[in-house]
């Protein structure tokens, strides 16, 4: 990328001690490119070329800069300017920041900040995790209903330097309760004499400040919204969310969806940041988890001893066997936590999305069934009872793993807990189990018991 | 959800012909929240409820309307009021919309759509699925740089009903030719007599028409915008691409990406919406290609049937030790597939990603190994000598997983395909060839060669 040619320039300068040419790049380049070329540099190296230019625009930088680049960067500089540069700093970045410093070194910190930005920052840090309260900003432009257009400009003129957007004007009362609201389009449109009140949209779409982000994001993505307003219980407004945090949220969470599926514990970093230790311990925890499960798997399947000594080619089609179950367990829990995420009302549908399931299922075991029984039979020479066997298996197994796999995302979800912690392989672990229980049955009921 | 509560009394309306109830639904709600309580009405019902408003609006609801409801709702109108209203609807969802449908019928509704527009729409179908130029909108606010800021808003007032935003205005010359940018926030802020040319900001972040749409959505989220224009080779300015679309993209695209990972084909519609056989079928191609896989696997577990028949409790970690590649497989498989997703230059890391991954397997396969060991020593009972084999095949495919599941996305991406093709599943199964063979061959060199 562009960023990575820049990197070189800006360490001669830095070896030159050319001041004029740093302050040039802090200047010159669009925030989010100066961040990504100070990707990688050293603390004290990024605080020089940060310091050669004004504080506003050292803030405009650092909150580009990722979120573990930042907390090293805290670390490293003397807490007076630290301390300035939060106070600059937008409201939602800097209570982000803050969020994820060790607390001491917050509490340390915060005595050394105005008051005002000192109680806000108090406030924001309360919200819970993920609600709309802790990643809402508390700059947003506002204005009282009985202006006119003409009026409603100038004050927003003395307004925008500290919102993070004048795009949609928020209609509130002297109490902060939220009555309507109007667009800068509008605004430019409307005859200047007009009253805001006879222009504004009633009925604001809005979110409660402990909504869930999720919820943020479909809301807005629903309504093609720049912002939406963030209000309390009495309906005042606290804060509003843009878009772009909303895309930055929506992508780390495809992300960590994603880990959280193949059974990773969900990176802070970057692929290629993440030191290999952690990544050991993010991957291990459950690879140990999963492989204890695999032991109960091997403890049933030591039960079965005697039938599996008996007809040893069992065992050529036993990862077979599991692999279908695993498979579609696999399949239907994504599909049903990709459901109940997207949209939440289809978790009130249990019955009908275990029907649709156990559908699928019987569809899906037939085919998978009549495919095993023809390769079994023709490809490895078993007789008919034998195909039987496997074939009849790999339908109930299948047809376990939809059931399985569509019940436990459900029933965690129901236990308050987060339905994507049942990743697919643990899925498949667990229907493992029940697929060495119903492969061996199965072989001891129509290879012995009907054989009598 | 809100929506639910309104189908009855919109079904009512219907049942009573009552034209002026059925207006004002049209015109009282949010054209997202109109569009979600039509979801599920027959097309002759959703077409008297939008006939009753005039075709601006209609426009504006049908475009909320997801694309499978769409689908049937084009087939059930006459194509003079269908072509009216794709002249109204906005650039980029008529187009959409458009290429969703069948070709024959779109070749029989063009000839009565206007020209100006007609053009537009070839033109724009023209251009390759998921490129910037199919998903933009040539509805952008665009204004020479010789004027001056009062000039500017006024001309702005006559652009604005047909833009899709106004928020971001791009400067270009008479040859379409993109000099710069400007912000509606900046006019506002600006002295009326000020130029343009003095106010814009040069070197604009763009993308080009045949950029994918992945990297449209990385420099829109990295900059934070809006809007992002789109350029074709010239540098002249084609289209926008706002928020929006990026954000609804994004979502889709996790959507997909978590089917992908788990070997379903992507669903066009919601899961509860997706009939049972279209269902069936997108998950039963790849669950027939996996055991597909599964056979062959069988194949060369019935190649060591001695060594599993001489020491028939091998079987038993059979299953636990195919796990153990195919998890730590897909867990690199999903983490490699993510970070060229999310940042492709990495795809020219291949040597550091392939040490990163090596390093990780060894520290994983280190724990596994020990955990096996003193678990099939304590929990089975087996001696020293046979703990080591599953202990030492654990640790040979855990290492073995983590390669296989670096290398292959890499590879497919190397090729040219999605590399999200080599889901999970895909993962495991070509793990389990190499996990019997490892498996068999350690159990004759551990328990036969070196006991002789």
Redesign the interface.
């Known amino acids: 990328?562009f960023s990575?040619l820049l990197q070189p320039d800006l360490r001669l300068m830095l070896m030159e001690n050319d001041d004029y040419g740093l302050k040039e790049f802090c200047v010159a380049l669009?925030p989010?490119v100066a961040a990504?070329v100070l990707h990688g540099l050293e603390p004290a190296d990024v605080w020089r070329v940060l310091k050669s230019c004004e504080l506003e625009r050292q803030a405009e930088i650092f909150e580009f800069i990722d979120p573990p680049q930042q907390l090293e960067l805290v670390d490293n500089i003397e807490r007076e300017h630290l301390s300035k540069l939060i106070e600059v700093m937008s409201a939602d970045d800097r209570v982000d920041l803050l969020g994820r410093m060790d607390e001491d070194h917050v509490e340390r910190l915060l005595p050394l900040i105005a008051k005002a930005e000192r109680e806000e920052i108090r406030k924001m840090l309360s919200y819970r995790e993920n609600s709309a309260g802790s990643i809402m900003t508390t700059e947003y432009a506002s204005l009282p209903e009985e202006i006119t257009v003409r009026e409603a400009?100038d004050r927003?003129?003395q307004q925008?330097p500290d919102s993070e957007t004048?795009?949609y004007i928020y209609i509130t009362d002297a109490g902060r309760t939220l009555h309507g609201v109007i667009t800068?389009?509008q605004l430019?449109?409307s005859k200047p004499g007009l009253q805001l009140a006879d222009l504004m949209r009633r009925g604001v779409?809005a979110v409660k400040v402990d909504d869930d982000a999720e919820e943020v994001?479909r809301q807005?993505?629903?309504?093609?919204?720049?912002a939406i307003p963030v209000v309390d219980e009495e309906n005042r407004l606290v804060g509003i969310i843009t878009?772009?945090d909303?895309?930055?949220f929506?992508?780390e969470?495809?992300?960590e969806?994603?880990?959280r599926?193949?059974?990773?514990e969900p990176l802070e970093a970057?692929?290629?940041d993440t030191p290999?230790?952690t990544?050991?311990k993010k991957?291990?925890v459950?690879?140990?988890l999963?492989?204890a499960v695999?032991?109960i798997?091997?403890?049933v399947?030591?039960g079965f001893?005697g039938v599996?000594?008996r007809h040893?080619?069992l065992?050529?089609?036993?990862?077979?066997v599991?692999?279908?179950g695993?498979?579609?367990g696999?399949?239907s829990?994504?599909?049903?936590?990709?459901?109940i995420t997207?949209?939440p009302?289809?978790k009130k549908?249990k019955a009908?999305?275990a029907g649709?399931e156990l559908?699928?299922g019987l569809?899906?075991a037939s085919?998978?069934a009549a495919?095993?029984f023809l390769?079994v039979n023709l490809?490895?020479g078993r007789n008919m009872q034998e195909a039987m066997v496997v074939a009849g298996t790999?339908g109930l197994v299948?047809t376990m793993g939809t059931l399985l796999g569509s019940a436990l995302p459900l029933i965690f979800d129901r236990m308050g807990m987060d339905p994507a912690l049942m990743s697919?392989?643990l899925i498949?672990?667990l229907s493992?189990i029940f697929g060495?229980v119903i492969y061996y049955s199965t072989a001891i009921l129509l290879l012995e018991m009907l054989l009598k």
Chains 1, 2 share one sequence.
């Open positions: 990328m990575e669009y989010a990504e400009l927003l003129r925008a004048i795009y800068l389009r430019i449109l779409v994001a807005l993505a629903l309504f093609d919204l720049i878009h772009d909303i895309l930055d929506v992508q969470e495809a992300n969806d994603a880990y599926q193949s059974a990773i970057g692929y290629l290999v230790v990544m050991a991957r291990g459950w690879l140990l999963l492989a695999g032991f798997t091997a403890k399947n030591e001893e599996s000594s040893d080619w065992s050529w089609f036993l990862p077979l599991l692999a279908s695993g498979n579609t696999s399949q829990a994504t599909l049903v936590i990709r459901a997207v949209d009302s289809s549908q009908r999305i649709h559908l699928t569809m899906l085919a998978m495919f095993s390769a490809l490895f790999i299948v697919n392989p498949s672990s493992d060495v």
